[in-house]
């Protein structure tokens, strides 16, 4: 498996799996793989895709997990991160320009704040827009770290801001390998 390490540059790693697949019931595709970001070994998972068609490799099906704003920030070549479910896209906002709205009112900061609703993973400093143009965007820096250890930490760093976003997915799956611990996101 080729991954980016922390820098952007690609790195090989051996993992031995059940095997990543692509699989069809009644009319819907689901993805079965082994996520890298998880503790050890990494973390199973089974994600409904959310495509009236089969992807042609099992790299487009991931690829179907990737909102369009994180697609876009690939093709120009930026370093997009991922814990989970969550993606980190680099982001030249400056910390004046966002703090700047949070006290027009347009965004509000948080430290440790929870995404989600089931709320997994904490952003160590996060910039949640509620209203205006950029109404549900949300930005972070720090460490992105999964509340109940499931993921490796993800230090974005405290300098440049990351545009925090969602993958694209139906109903969600995920085994540890820590005993018999399973989740429906």
Known sequence: MTEKDKHGRPQTRQVHTLGDSVVKIRDHFYLSAVDPTGQGAGMYFLAELLTDRPPASLAEAFNYLKPKVVQEAEAR?????????????????????????????????????????????????????????????????????????????????????HKVVHAIQAASYTLTGRGAIADFD
Do not use: C
């Open 77 to 161: 070549g930026a370093n997009v991160r991922r814990q989970g479910e969550w993606f980190a896209i680099p982001t030249q906002h400056l910390t004046s320009e966002l703090m700047r709205d949070v006290d027009r009112g347009l965004a509000v900061f948080r430290q440790r704040h929870v995404l989600g609703k089931d709320g997994h993973h904490e952003l160590e400093e996060a910039a949640l827009y509620r209203v205006g143009p950029r109404k549900g965007e949300v930005y972070a820096r720090g460490v992105l770290k999964h509340t109940k250890e499931e993921h490796v930490d993800l230090d974005l760093g405290t300098i440049r801001w």
